[in-house]
């Protein structure tokens, strides 16, 4: 059984994983420009995952797979109307990479950002 993690400890990792997203959705600009546009659908994706482990992190849910981090997003968010439909929708867009490709495709086009 693993350990839980005291208060700071928590804090802190949630912390980390919001700075992982916000570091991923720069490094996915920095591709893009590029021209990597797998690789910045791929941190464009990442960026998202940790926004949201972050979010289960500090609300103390467990999540190990990348599946279980969509579930439990609608699980304890949507279902119990902390997250509207629509953010919840485009959430686990985005959590499929879905978000991303649209993104990726809308920067392709218009060359922005």
């Given amino acids: 059984m693993k350990d839980t993690l005291d208060a700071e400890s928590k804090q802190a990792l949630v912390q980390y994983r919001l700075e992982r997203g916000v570091n991923s959705l720069e490094e996915a600009q920095y591709m893009a420009k590029g021209g990597y546009y797998n690789a910045a659908i791929n941190r464009l994706y990442y960026a998202c995952y940790y926004a949201v482990v972050a979010l289960l ?23 119990k109307g902390k997250l509207s439909m629509d953010s919840n929708r485009h959430s686990q867009h985005c959590l499929r990479k879905g978000i991303a490709v649209t993104m990726m495709t809308l920067y392709i086009v218009t060359g922005k950002w």
């Fill in 57 to 79: 992190l500090k609300n103390d849910i467990p999540a190990q797979t990348h599946h279980g981090v969509r579930s439990m997003l609608g699980l304890h968010f949507t279902s």
